[in-house]
């Protein structure tokens, strides 16, 4: 049908774009031996060749894990919560960071994903590098937040997040917007 061609197109071209940034990775990298590897996906906002374009890099690279730090969804309506059955199983641990764009309940629906675990105000260690999740503390998705309004909850969110890096020495923040 429809679905299944449109799904093999899909696969096809997160492929070949996965197979380009393998072809540019440098030999000093790809005979790097003993380092962690971490790949960072942001603003996938709804797009399954995203998300097969991360699992693909995901295995061309061979990495450790993977950091989503969100916008994973766009709009925060109930019709977008089965997308987060694509990060089932990416073979790796996945970690998410949801973005202003994550609803609520779609970032609950991509936390309980197999494979997915939202790091959300705690560290992860993957293979000794320590990373601290802060989810955007404004959305977006469910109502229109004013400039100024969005500055004064990301402003009010800080003291939080100065206290949480002070207290667990993280080596990297996971954190959608600065």
Known sequence: GTASGVDARVD???QRLADLYSASITSDIAGSGGDVSILHVSDIHLNPIGVNLARNL???FAVDAIIDTGDTTSFGLPLEEPF???FDDFGVPYYFVA????SPANRRAISAAEGVTS???RVVDVGGVRILGFDDPVVTTTRIVPPEQRRETMEAAEPELRQLTREEQPDVVAIHNP
Do not use: C, K, P
């Open 12 to 14: 096809v071209l997160s």
């Open 119 to 121: 790091i959300d105000r």
């Open 84 to 86: 987060s059955d694509l």
């Open 99 to 102: 973005g202003n764009h994550d």
């Open 58 to 60: 995901a295995e061309s």
